[in-house]
């Protein structure tokens, strides 16, 4: 009996979806109701207040055309085969671009190009790519414009939400062969794959 008393009690959820179980479920519903009444009452409200109601829950974290490279720093890994240098590209914006120094060249290589960098929105990426080419080439050089332009990519896509392959083009392929460099173990079972 006290089922079905209990049952009698709890108010019936609109459009057939059962009795409420709880606080939570009456205050779901209150809040969707109060939603809608606030989102009605803004269609006679002008435009930028409107604009700005909409998108008041869009993430704010990054805005591309305001965006300022503010440093660049080099950090170089320790115990792999060969010079492994890594770019890291820093903003305005607290977002942060990698790239690689190919080629075991020196880091110096990369870092000789952050003056001709500082200031300047990294979403141009072509643009302050032809400003550095000319100091790299086909030498161990050209390994710093190389990972300085890979943080730059980076960052672009960090920027935008979008990953980079989606900026060159689109996915070309849906495999694609990797290489791998051999190990500094003596032991060959180290390099057969699981």
């Known amino acids: 009996m006290s089922e079905a008393v209990n049952s009698a009690e709890q108010p019936e959820r609109p459009q057939g979806r ?45 805005k591309p055309s305001q965006l300022k490279i503010t440093d660049m720093r080099i950090a170089v890994l320790d115990g792999v085969p060969f010079t492994s240098p890594i770019v890291r590209i820093d903003t305005n914006q607290g977002i942060s671009g990698y790239g690689e120094v190919r080629d075991d060249a020196d880091k110096r290589y990369a870092l000789e190009l952050k003056s ?43 920027a935008y939400g979008v990953p980079v392959f989606q900026m060159l083009g689109g996915a070309y392929r849906k495999k694609i ?18």
């Open 18 to 62: 059962g009795p409420l179980r709880g606080r939570r479920d009456l205050l779901k519903m209150t809040a969707l109701g109060v939603g809608g009444l606030s989102l009605g009452s803004m269609a006679f409200a002008p435009v930028e207040d409107q604009v700005a109601y909409v998108s008041q829950k869009v993430s704010r974290a990054s």
């Open 116 to 158: 001709r960098l500082l200031g300047e929105n990294p979403c141009n990426v072509e643009m302050l790519f032809r400003r550095i080419k000319q100091f790299g080439g086909h030498g161990r050089r050209g390994g710093g414009v190389s990972g300085v332009e890979m943080a730059l990519w980076d960052l672009a896509g960090k």
């Open 177 to 194: 062969r990797l290489y791998t460099d051999t190990t500094e173990s003596e032991d060959p079972r180290s390099t057969r794959s699981a």
